[in-house]
């Protein structure tokens, strides 16, 4: 498709998209204000560009979806609405709409994953399909189940969806288009929240402290912070093991040292972490052993120093005992587990922060009293558990969490049958591992689910390197 031609042929349809934009972002003016309409027009119009394209092209509109997804996600202040029972954003209309178009292509992948001869994908779907079963399960015992339902869609189903297109479509020489277009979205990402930091007019050496002015267009800064984190390695396995041509250099290159600035300046405890860990996991090869092992042995002298550098984002004095941040989460641990206990099939997505304030007491003298004696207790009550396996058995039930964790290790079993083309992968997954525990996650917060949409494009790339999948008509 070329975009002359495409603009030539379809100007009358693009000047329709554009007007309509542009009567959407008119409309919410003064209740959103003028920043964010000129993005709420730039969502719709490339909402409804997609949805159009769809039409036309379903690989390339999937691929134009997935660089703007930084894009999309700002429009949730006029799609997404916290007080209403039935919640929709513009990721899941497209998703929907997407899936109705794909269904032939993606009844044919059920049909080969759902083969006896075809083992690891028909655990796969066998497996996704007891999460689903399991999840909606856990809306009977939602006090308010029309949310739980519409919240469940919205961070499970729909990226499920999604990526049952994204097999369906794609092809194993396709995930290398899919790779750049996650890498473009995340400049994106990055060039906003550096914008951010400029309009806010905030010194370098303050943006630890205000950390809460940026987002990167994210809803908080941790949320991107996982989404650089698990995109980061396939810059970095590109860069390292991919034969680029000097345009794929200049923009790897380019788009390392923008996203590696936007690392240090989230002051994510959990992401320099995570990030220090893909480092060593991608360089494990025989082609770059001795830089590894040069490495491993530096680290074991500033292991400590840059711990410590981690641990107190860049020089916070706040001892581990007084750091609020840190004893939330901790007592988010037990109250959790209190819930699991009550309720072991869950209570319905989206009821976490409700009833985690019934149960915030019971966790708290859950904790050793030893303990309790020495720590400063948040002043406030979590709006998630900041574990993503945690809020999975809270919301969706323990035996969700066990089945999306097998549903893991189905992938990496999977990947390991072809390790060179899987590193990236591979890497990302180990660090979603690690992040999810370390900082947290949820598939969905507050509308945003760009985290789990990427974590399931994964799981679809792992299925396209296993095995070749016909190309569709598209």
């Known amino acids: 498709m070329n975009i002359k031609d495409f603009i030539k042929k379809r100007y009358k349809i693009l000047i329709a998209i554009s007007l309509l934009s542009l009567s959407i972002s008119i409309i919410f003016l003064k209740q959103i204000g003028k920043k964010d309409a000129v993005m709420v027009f730039a969502a719709t119009f490339l909402l409804l560009l997609e949805i159009y394209i769809a039409s036309i092209d379903r690989k390339k509109s999937i691929l134009l979806f997935i ?18 029972s039935i919640r929709l954003n513009y990721e899941i209309i497209y998703i929907t709409i997407l899936f109705i178009l794909s269904i032939k292509d993606v009844k044919a992948y059920l049909k080969r994953s759902l083969k006896k001869d075809n083992t690891p994908e028909f655990k796969y779907i066998t497996l996704i399909a007891l999460l689903v079963i399991f999840a909606i399960n856990s809306i009977s015992f939602s006090q308010n189940i029309v949310m739980s339902l519409s919240e469940t869609y919205m961070g499970l189903i729909a990226p ?13 020489e396709d995930r290398f288009k899919i790779y750049y277009m996650l890498i473009g979205g995340l400049n994106l990402s990055c060039f906003y929240g550096f914008f951010q930091i400029f309009a806010n007019r905030i010194p370098l050496n303050e943006i630890s402290r205000n950390r809460a ?16 984190t698990i995109t980061l390695p396939f810059i970095m396995d590109m860069i390292l093991y991919k034969d680029n041509t000097k345009k794929e250099k200049r923009f790897l290159y380019i788009s390392m040292i923008i996203c590696l600035t936007a690392l240090v300046l989230t002051f994510t405890r959990g992401a320099w972490m995570s990030f220090a860990i ?20 530096i680290s074991l002298f500033l292991a400590k120093p840059l711990l410590s550098l981690m641990i107190t984002r860049g020089g916070t004095t706040v001892s581990f005992f007084q750091n609020e941040s840190v004893i939330a989460r901790l007592q988010s641990i037990f109250t959790s587990i209190r819930m699991m206990v009550h309720y072991p099939f869950g209570i319905g997505a989206g009821n976490f922060e409700s009833m985690y304030k019934n149960f915030a007491m019971e966790g708290y003298f859950a904790m050793p009293q030893s303990f309790r004696t020495q720590i400063t207790t948040a002043n406030y009550t979590l709006e998630n558990a900041h574990n993503l396996w945690l809020q ?34 591979f890497t990302s997954i180990v660090i979603f591992l690690i992040y999810t525990v370390l900082t947290g996650m949820e598939f969905n917060h507050k509308g945003v689910i760009t ?24």
Do not use: Q
Request: charged residues 15%.
């Open 67 to 84: 660089l703007s997804f930084p894009i999309l996600v700002t429009a949730r202040k006029i799609c997404y609405f916290a007080s209403a």
């Open 160 to 172: 499920i969806m999604f990526m049952l297109c994204v097999v369906s479509i794609f092809t194993k």
């Open 392 to 425: 999975i058995g809270v919301e969706f039930g323990v035996v969700c969490s066990i089945i999306f964790f097998i549903i893991v290790l189905n992938r990496i079993a999977l990947l390991f049958k072809n390790y060179s083309e899987n590193r990236a992968n």
């Open 451 to 474: 985290e789990t949409l990427i974590v399931w494009i994964i799981f679809a790339i792992i299925s396209l390197n296993s095995s070749e999948s016909p190309k569709t008509s598209d």
């Open 213 to 228: 002015l940026i987002t990167f267009g994210y809803h908080n800064i941790n949320i991107f912070a996982g989404i650089l």
């Open 278 to 297: 893909s480092i060593f996991i991608i360089l494990i090869s025989k082609k770059y052993k001795k830089i590894l092992y040069f490495l491993l042995a």
